[in-house]
């Protein structure tokens, strides 16, 4: 049995401001950081780990730097867990992202799992590159714990894998800034959830954004 501790990154601005970051390069503001550090001190209490990957984008590898320095360890980056392409639509905020696109948007909103995002990728493109990256990791891991950091998409994406669901219930996953799920990958490859978007460890931190 191997132990994932799936992190979402800090908040950054485009958080708060609702913009589609995707794989903009952006760094976690203020409250963002902070929610880093105190989620480095969570995991190293409650969930130690062996290893903490993390998407190369900056947001990411700052969160999962705090992780891993509460450990004593270092962020090894991987490409799987990079957040989805938006294409056109990165950078933009949501208000003129439905007013370009209301079609598109619509789907987005009721049907995630039909949208292929204009000169991006789609949830079905992010899914494959995120079951290989589990299993790889897991591949390298066996009977330990370990440290995912990545994005809202991407770990909502993951989760409906392991709660057995198609991506057509996206939306039914959340994942605020900084939430830490816990789920077990058994020898047989079933899962076993030990919970989901948990965020109580920041609840003294004030000002944060989902």
Same mark, same amino acid.
């Given at each position: ?50 290893? /903490? ?72 493109? /992010? ?29 909502? /994406? ?53």
């Amino acid at each position: 049995m191997t132990r994932i501790v799936l992190i979402r990154h800090g908040q950054t601005v485009w958080n708060r401001e609702q913009r589609f970051r995707g794989q903009a390069d952006i760094e976690l503001d203020e409250v963002g950081l902070k929610q880093a550090q105190v989620t480095g001190r969570c995991v190293a209490a409650r969930w130690p780990v062996v290893a /903490v990957y993390a998407s190369p984008l900056r947001r990411t590898t700052q969160t999962a730097r705090a992780i891993a320095d509460a450990q004593g360890l270092t962020v090894e980056p991987l490409g799987g867990l990079l957040d989805i392409n938006f294409g056109e639509w990165q950078g933009q905020l949501a208000q003129d992202v439905a007013h370009r696109f209301p079609e598109l948007f619509k789907d987005w909103e009721k049907a995630p799992h039909t949208v292929h995002f204009p000169g991006g990728e789609s949830l079905d493109e /992010v899914r494959r590159r995120v079951v290989s990256a589990l299993d790889d990791v897991v591949a390298r891991h066996p009977g330990q714990a370990i440290a995912l950091v990545s994005h809202t998409v991407v770990n909502r /994406v993951l989760l409906c894998v392991v709660l057995g669901w198609g991506n057509d219930r996206f939306w039914r996953v959340h994942q605020e800034t900084c939430a830490v799920n816990v789920f077990d990958v058994e020898e047989d490859g079933s899962f076993t959830i030990v919970q989901l978007n948990s965020t109580h460890h920041l609840h003294t931190i004030t000002g944060g954004e989902g």
